[in-house]
């Protein structure tokens, strides 16, 4: 089954304790991407990879940093994690260039930082 | 500047009602896409639709791009097309992604 898949998909912290929320796609999608959804904020760009070892800043990248090491991986982290990075956070993947475009999300991972 | 604005933030309808979600973007916004979150949190994609239109059951995308509009229209509408539908757009480079805050539906039954 095509999907993606994030972990945690919730996650309770403290402030400043480092953590990493992994995502993973089976689709062989070079593009991935992370997002924080916020109500009223409808869902901002933290992060984005169009292929391995290539990514870039989205609109909200402060306090996070990304990997892609690998194809199929995208892991999120949050070295000093704080209160305003409480959010839901969403992991995408599609394979730009052809016809539909198609993005395919994750299940999301809800984070509260205290 | 880079803006995806949707109208309205809020819709009530009754079931079997139709009703038509705009989406207004800026001249550095491309690659029109609609997404519906249904109300547990699931993001699907609708349409990828850059210009013109599509039509998928009883969801159909028109994009204008030299208007820099898209609108989603829903007929007949559901209960299980109660969510937030967001639009979204490519703006200035091709992995980033603006998306607009949402029009939450509500379909009564």
């Known amino acids: 089954e095509a999907q993606v898949t994030q972990n945690p998909r919730y996650l309770i912290t403290v402030t400043g304790k480092k953590l990493t929320v992994t995502c993973s796609q089976n689709m062989n999608h070079e593009y991935m991407s992370w997002y924080r959804q916020d109500p009223g904020l409808g869902l901002r760009q933290i992060y984005y990879?169009?292929?391995?070892?290539?990514?870039d800043k989205g609109d909200v990248p402060e306090g996070y940093k990304v990997s892609r090491k690998e194809k199929r991986n995208f892991p999120l982290i949050l070295e000093s994690p704080s209160p305003n990075q409480t959010s839901l956070y969403f992991c995408?993947?599609?394979?730009?260039?052809?016809?539909?475009?198609?993005?395919?999300f994750g299940p999301g991972t809800r984070l509260t930082v205290l | 500047g880079i803006q995806v604005e949707q109208s309205p933030p809020d819709l009530i309808l009754q079931e079997g009602a139709n009703s038509t979600l705009r989406c207004n973007f800026s001249?550095?916004?491309?690659?029109l896409q609609w997404f519906h979150q249904n109300p547990w949190g699931q993001l699907i994609n609708l349409f990828y639709i850059p210009s013109g239109t599509k039509q998928n059951g009883r969801l159909s995308a028109t994009t204008v791009a030299t208007e820099r509009y898209s609108l989603l229209y829903i007929s007949s509408s559901q209960t299980t097309d109660s969510g937030v539908y967001f639009c979204?757009?490519?703006?200035?480079?091709?992995?980033?992604?603006?998306f607009g805050k949402g029009t939450k539906l509500s379909v009564k039954p």
């Open positions: 990879s169009m292929n391995v070892e290539v990514t």
């Open positions: 995408a993947s599609s394979s730009p260039g052809g016809e539909d475009n198609e993005q395919f």
């Open positions: 001249d550095s916004v491309n690659n």
């Open positions: 979204a757009g490519h703006g200035g480079s091709q992995g980033n992604l603006i």
